[in-house]
């Protein structure tokens, strides 16, 4: 269940209870009278179970509660209520499958945006999985995967795409070109550096690593690969389970294809070079694919579950 605090203008607040009544999976209603004072106006509060949260919600914006009041979603962790269980029976499908747009648009605002901490997490990603590359080592390689933040411009780019959002499809895709671009020319520098120290040299470069060169021999199973993590790690984000981004982080090789093209190039080797390039380009457009198919499908599915649920008969 979610817990909905709106602040409605004096005017409004009929409309609002009335919709709040007639929409199946609502319970808990209360209104508090000349309670707001900025904006003026009744406080509203309503529980609603999260599977009909999203077509509330837009309802709501077209009543302008979102511009000329407000409205506060929250998670419950626990409702100990008939009513409440009435409500999640009465919605249709089922909450773990629900896709609360707005929440999801606020989620990928967050992280697809061009800020100095994302840029520090992906470039010490990249320099870790860099370290991965010369020592032959899958652990660092994992653990570069994991500290690589590069999914929530992708998840980005696909919500702008899936809600024709323009600015935040030139956001996450700012945030994602930039950020590589940036990543890799420090991660080069860092090379180059590591070398002049004697830790990094051309000689572990060029050496067999079986277990890494992965990252810059791609194959038809790379794409396959991030087909299935583009559908999980969106599915991960709109059903609020997002334990499992950790999966779909260790599953392509985005970053450590982006360290190795940028040791590569610091080292002239241009032709593994470019098999990394290939390797990133081909597990960033998998993702893309995949997930603003997965997005689409979704907004599809819900529409058509909408359209069957009867309204609720007022008392």
Request: aromatic fraction near 6%; glycine fraction near 10%.
């Amino acid at each position: 269940m979610l817990h909905l605090r709106m602040i409605t203008p004096a005017a409004r607040t009929e409309d609002v209870t009335a919709l709040l009544e007639s929409t199946v999976g609502t319970a808990h209603i209360a209104v508090l009278a000349g309670a707001a004072r900025s904006p003026a106006g009744d406080v509203v509060l309503c529980d609603v179970a999260r599977e009909a949260a999203d077509g509330l919600l837009h309802r709501l914006r077209e009543l302008g509660l979102a511009d000329e009041g407000a409205i506060a979603v929250e998670d419950i962790d626990l409702s100990l209520s008939g009513r409440a269980e009435r409500a999640e029976h009465e919605a249709p499908g089922a909450g773990v499958d629900a896709v609360l747009w707005e929440s999801l648009s606020e989620a990928t605002h967050e992280e697809s945006r061009l800020t100095v901490t994302f840029l520090a997490f992906l470039t010490v990603a990249t320099m870790l999985a860099a370290c991965g590359v010369v020592t032959d080592s899958a652990i660092l390689i994992v653990g570069a995967m994991v500290v690589g933040p590069e999914f929530g411009p992708l998840a980005g780019i696909c919500t702008g795409l899936v809600r024709r959002s323009r600015s935040l499809m030139l956001r996450s895709l700012l945030a994602l070109l930039g950020g590589f671009a940036v990543a890799m020319l420090l991660t080069g520098a860092f090379g180059l550096v590591m070398d002049a120290l004697g830790l990094f040299s051309h000689d572990r470069f060029s050496a067999d690593h079986p277990e890494t060169s992965f990252i810059w021999q791609p194959d038809r199973m790379s794409l396959v690969v991030a087909l299935f993590a583009g559908v999980a790690g969106i599915l991960s984000l709109t059903s609020a389970k997002s334990g499992a981004l950790v999966g779909v982080a260790i599953s392509v090789t985005t970053v450590p294809a982006a360290a190795f093209a940028a040791l590569a190039l610091s080292y002239g080797e241009y032709g593994q070079m470019w098999g990394a390039v290939e390797q990133l380009g081909i597990n960033l457009a998998g993702i893309l694919f995949a997930g603003t198919c997965t997005l689409l499908a979704q907004k599809l599915f819900w529409s058509w579950r909408r359209r069957k649920t009867p309204a609720r008969p007022l008392a």
